[in-house]
């Protein structure tokens, strides 16, 4: 046997006898996982610290797309200590220290506008609690979250992840789930 011959026979295996295993990088429902990283304000946060977590990674330019999925995180999850979302911005581009500070500024300014609105929606529901201290924004300048989440350094895939209270993965997808979709995922 040749060896390009048995370079096919091998890809043909593989492929046959491993369909199920996931891309190098992927993560796979049912598995755990525990990334950690500290938010803005120097909360300490993890995949796996006993909340339900939805874990959104964005680029700055899929902001509306993070929003969205804000928007349809159900009811029952606002306020409750047992819920959270956290959101992960994202750089590809290289940024110097003061690139990476006026960034920061400007997403400190938009976590504000969204806590506005979030706020809007706690009053709504009556919900006696400070809304902003339930708004998690990461940022990920040198692509080692993205990286913990199955996505290269330079990809600008966006991501919206459901994981359980120990870290278990229970739901992903790469674009915004619909409110339908996102409660159930929170719910398993």
């Known amino acids: 046997m040749s060896v390009r011959a048995l370079q096919i026979f091998l890809s043909l295996a593989t492929a046959l006898l491993l369909p199920a295993v996931p891309a190098r990088g992927a993560l796979s429902i ?3 996982y525990s990334v950690s990283f500290v938010d803005l304000d120097g909360n300490k946060l993890s995949t796996a610290d006993g909340y339900v977590t939805i ?3 964005t ?3 899929d902001r509306e797309q993070a929003r969205t999925v804000g928007d349809h995180v159900p009811d029952f999850c606002l306020g409750n ?3 959270r979302m956290i959101t992960v911005i994202h750089f590809t581009r290289r940024h110097m220290a003061l690139g990476r500070r006026m960034a920061t500024a400007f997403i400190r300014h938009r976590v504000r506008e969204e806590a506005k609105r979030l706020q809007a929606r706690y009053d709504a ?3 006696s609690r ?6 998690f924004v990461v940022t990920d300048f040198d692509g080692t979250i993205a990286s913990q989440l199955g996505q290269s350094a330079e ?3 966006f991501c919206v992840f459901v994981f359980g209270q120990s870290g278990e993965l229970l739901a992903q997808w790469h674009s915004v789930p619909s409110a339908d979709e996102l409660a159930a995922a929170v719910k398993k």
């Open 59 to 61: 680029t700055s330019a």
């Open 155 to 157: 990809a600008t895939d």
């Open 125 to 127: 529901q009556k919900i």
């Open 30 to 32: 049912g598995n755990t």
């Open 130 to 135: 400070d809304a902003k201290s339930d708004i």
């Open 55 to 57: 874990l959104v990674l």
């Open 81 to 83: 200590p047992a819920y």
